[in-house]
């Protein structure tokens, strides 16, 4: 089974009513073999704030070594993303292994028998992947209520309702009373309910559950939350005190609210790995910094909850859907100084949208737009809602789709000025996705090419055989909602073109590869311009990455470090990789690295091997002081410092930048004081310090994508496409450290070529490094005396002509670093490669 026909199989089971109750469920999950009693699980129960309280907990679980399920829906992506473990997401082979799997069982059900619902069967898969695996335990967020939730087919060892608000009364009941009865009944058998409900919702739980764990700001909580208030545009302070502990934590969340969930999340945690590691002593800062309970809140990032996306203008998404949400999102708006705010409004047709436009906070225009789902409000209707709540001074209009309205609304901020969009988590995953959507160069060289970009983008078997054989010129891979594909696949087609859609009906984004002539190119931006037709913003994107503009930039006139030019002189380039391929010279000063380890320990040893390599030609010198090879057993951050820092003071003064390759954020900034010029970290900013280190000093951060660090043996990750998933998960980082303040062109991304990938997909990145320019960032190719190059007849950390030749491929694709430990002979192949590319610059040893 091909996954375009899976996911058009699960996403059309959404056509099926609730029928609240997990018999249903429980018959497949027998049938599946009960996979759910091979794990704990944690249940998340509530109105508002379960998605953000569940990511938390696992965050926290996962800090503590587990192997943590996640379950939550809706995705903001791909169908993928609701089942995660360990943060990545389900392949999508998987998923259609599990369609192919359930589809008979699900099909022979009688027609007296209650059809299964989209939610009972993504949450039989959930549970299914998780036992597969084998994952210690899993976080499940409650879709609706509780005792009739598909969720309540496990037996959880602990769970919580976060708050309780009228929300379903169709299903859950006309009282705040009656629907707090409901979701109490996921109440755990050996141990307390945890809540954070008040009043008479707080009472109607204690009559169901009896024995309640409370979590409030109020003194009598068990656990008390004390918001410290926002820190920055990315994250909250808050300060938890609980049975003869407490400690200060940051949250990458925002809003008073968000503290409660966080010690919610505290709470449930405490109920799995217990509270030790919590009780240090106040004025114990280190031992904070260490607990899993404050790296897992640290690292706990949940896009669309008040994500601020930028802050000039203010641009934020939340996915707020009934009034109690709107309210919150207006009172942690209140926390930012603006000038005019727009809002684009998107909410599905059962919510109470004059509530929610009564909460939201003051506008000067409201744009209302219908979001691509059979459950969303009809604009007209919307808007007449909302015109009949607002203030009559607020302009109130409507769009044609989510996406160009708020890529409209951001158009016309000024830098001073507001955007939120908000109504509901679809439409923030619409906006999100146009937000973060890449236009990737692709290179088709022939019919084999074409056949495997096309089987990637899940294009069916028969579409992508008559189209392989036409794809040359220019070929693009997106993703777009499936109403666009359509639109945009229609012009090209009139224009000459070829196009491939995957087969996936509705749902998701879906893949289109796109080939053409760059006038057919033309011809379909220009329609894509027209207001015949109407996305402008995507015509804006290809316009780009075709380079299609013929107009100039005016570049301001910088030295190197972002120097000023002297005296009229232009110093150079900001940074060596920005006029050709530059070489980064590995130093390792550690006792076990896999190539040199031990060779350049000392201090003396290791000042002569980076003035060797300056004279060679490197334009940088990376100085390491922590293994990060298969097995390598971590060091203290103590011991990181006193390893690096005075070697970086004694090669400060070559003439080449100098970087530190560390995971932690502690040891950065050491080195930083000591002279280095750029961040590179092996984790992709695991350590949430980082991003704003690179922020705060304005130098460069390497981000590399890894499964683990140091890498685990023999550990791999299920690949759908290599590339395109190592990609995807680059971008969000990307879009983190954008967020704290790092500058797109200081960000260097690494595909982390051995990094929990196998031989063939490091090989397969290799070959496709250009594509990796889609992101807008340099690119940096590490694969020296990789293992991968076993696969090429090298050996293992011996892989000396394999990794030069390793280098010419890698600048021949379009490579902005390198880095190498044997530098003359890769500065060579730098050359070369540089060579049979016109009008690059090659790299000439100083």
């Given at each position: ?427 923030v995953r619409e906006a999100r996705a146009a937000y973060t959507r890449l236009q990737v160069p692709t290179r088709v060289e022939n019919p084999g090419d074409a056949e495997r970009v096309l089987e990637n983008a899940d294009v069916p078997p028969s579409e992508a055989r008559q189209l392989a054989d036409g794809m040359s010129h220019h070929v693009v891979r997106t993703r777009l909602e499936p109403g666009e594909a359509r639109t945009v696949r ?280 250009e594509e990796f320019t889609a992101l807008g960032c340099p690119v940096l190719v590490g694969h020296s005396h990789k293992s991968m190059f076993e696969r090429a007849g090298g050996e293992a950390g011996d892989a000396y002509a394999e990794t030069v030749a390793g280098t010419a491929i890698a600048v021949d694709r379009g490579a902005d670093i390198v880095r190498v430990h044997d530098v003359p002979d890769n500065v060579a192949a730098v050359n ?15």
């Amino acid at each position: 089974m091909d996954y375009h026909e899976a996911a058009n199989f699960l996403f059309g089971l959404r056509r099926f009513a609730i029928d609240p109750g997990t018999d249903s469920v429980m018959e497949l999950l027998a049938e599946l073999g009960d996979p759910q009693k091979s794990f704990d699980s944690v249940q998340i129960a509530g109105s508002n704030g379960k998605g953000s309280t569940a990511r938390m907990v696992e965050s926290i679980l996962r800090a503590e070594g587990k192997t943590v399920g996640l379950y939550t829906s809706p995705h903001l992506g791909d169908l993928g993303e609701e089942v995660r473990i360990d943060g990545r997401p389900m392949a999508d082979a998987a998923i259609a292994e599990f369609v192919s799997e359930v589809r008979p069982f699900l099909l022979d059900r009688s027609p007296a028998d209650d059809p299964l619902t989209f939610f009972e069967v993504v949450t039989a898969m959930a549970l299914w992947q998780f036992d597969r695996a084998d994952v210690d335990v899993a976080v499940l967020e409650v879709g609706m209520g509780g005792e009739y939730d598909a969720t309540s087919a496990v037996d959880p060892i602990a769970s919580c309702v976060t708050n309780v608000s009228l929300e379903h009364t169709e299903v859950l009941g006309d009282t705040v009373e009656e629907i707090a009865r409901t979701k109490a009944a996921v109440a755990p058998t050996d141990a307390p309910l945890v809540t954070a409900a008040t009043g008479d919702a707080l009472a109607a739980i204690r009559e169901v559950v009896g024995e309640v764990f409370t979590v409030g700001p109020d003194a009598d909580r068990d656990l008390v939350v004390t918001p410290d208030g926002r820190v920055s545009s990315q994250e909250s302070a808050v300060r938890l005190a609980g049975d003869g502990w407490e400690f200060d934590a940051r949250i990458p969340l925002l809003g008073d609210y968000q503290a409660t969930n966080a010690g919610v999340a505290v709470a449930l945690a405490g109920q799995v790995i217990g509270f030790e590691s919590v009780g240090e002593t106040p004025d114990d800062a280190r031992s904070r910094r260490d607990s899993p309970f404050h790296r897992g809140l640290r690292r706990a990032n949940w896009p669309g909850r008040f994500e601020v996306l930028s802050e000039s203008p203010l641009v934020v998404l939340d996915g707020a859907h009934n009034p109690d949400a709107c309210s919150t999102v207006a009172e942690t708006l209140s926390t930012f100084a603006y000038d005019d705010l727009e809002i684009v409004l998107a909410a599905m047709h059962d919510k109470d949208h004059a509530g929610m436009a009564a909460a939201l906070p003051d506008a000067g225009r409201v744009t209302v737009c219908e979001a691509d789902l059979e459950r969303a409000a009809d604009a007209d209707v919307l808007s007449r809602a909302i015109e009949a709540t607002v203030d009559p001074e607020t302009a109130v209009e409507t769009a044609n789709s989510v996406p160009q309205a708020f890529a409209t609304a951001r158009e016309r901020a000024g830098d001073d000025d507001a955007v939120l969009l908000t109504g509901s988590l679809s439409a923030v995953r619409e906006a999100r996705a146009a937000y973060t959507r890449l236009q990737v160069p692709t290179r088709v060289e022939n019919p084999g090419d074409a056949e495997r970009v096309l089987e990637n983008a899940d294009v069916p078997p028969s579409e992508a055989r008559q189209l392989a054989d036409g794809m040359s010129h220019h070929v693009v891979r997106t993703r777009l909602e499936p109403g666009e594909a359509r639109t945009v696949r229609t012009e090209l087609l009139r224009a000459g073109g070829e196009c491939g859609v995957s087969g996936v009906e509705s749902g998701e984004r879906v893949s289109v590869v796109l080939s053409g002539t760059r006038s057919e190119f033309d011809q379909l931006i220009d329609a894509l311009e027209s207001d015949r037709v109407g996305l402008p913003t995507i015509a804006a994107e290809l316009r780009q990455r075709l380079e299609l503009d013929t107009g100039t930039v005016d570049e301001p006139e910088t030295g190197r470090n972002g120097g000023e030019t002297e005296d009229g002189i232009d110093a150079g380039p900001a940074y060596p990789w920005e006029e050709g391929t530059a070489v980064m010279g590995i130093l390792n000063v550690t006792p076990d690295s896999f190539h040199d380890g031990g060779e350049y320990y000392d201090l003396e040893d290791a000042v002569t091997q980076a003035e060797t390599m300056v004279e060679a030609g490197a334009d940088i010198v990376d100085v390491g002081g922590e293994s990060t090879r298969p097995g390598a057993e971590p060091i203290s951050i103590e011991e990181e410092i006193r390893r690096v820092v005075p070697v970086i003071e004694a090669v400060s003064e070559v003439d080449a930048l100098v970087s530190v390759d560390s995971r932690r954020a502690a040891v950065a900034e050491a080195a930083l004081d000591a002279g280095a010029d750029i961040l590179n970290d092996v984790t992709g900013l695991e350590d949430p310090e980082m991003r704003f280190l690179a922020a705060e000093r304005d130098v460069p951060v390497v981000v590399m994508h890894s499964v683990d660090a140091p890498v685990v043996p023999g550990q791999y990750v299920e690949y759908d496409d290599v590339v395109d998933d190592v990609m995807r998960d680059l971008r969000e980082r990307v879009l983190l450290a954008e967020k704290a303040g790092v500058p797109r062109e200081n960000v260097v991304i690494d595909p982390g070529l051995g990094f929990g990938k196998s031989a063939a997909e490091s090989f397969e990145l290799l070959d496709r490094i250009e594509e990796f320019t889609a992101l807008g960032c340099p690119v940096l190719v590490g694969h020296s005396h990789k293992s991968m190059f076993e696969r090429a007849g090298g050996e293992a950390g011996d892989a000396y002509a394999e990794t030069v030749a390793g280098t010419a491929i890698a600048v021949d694709r379009g490579a902005d670093i390198v880095r190498v430990h044997d530098v003359p002979d890769n500065v060579a192949a730098v050359n070369v490669a540089a060579a049979t590319r016109e009008g690059t610059k090659q790299h000439r040893p100083r």
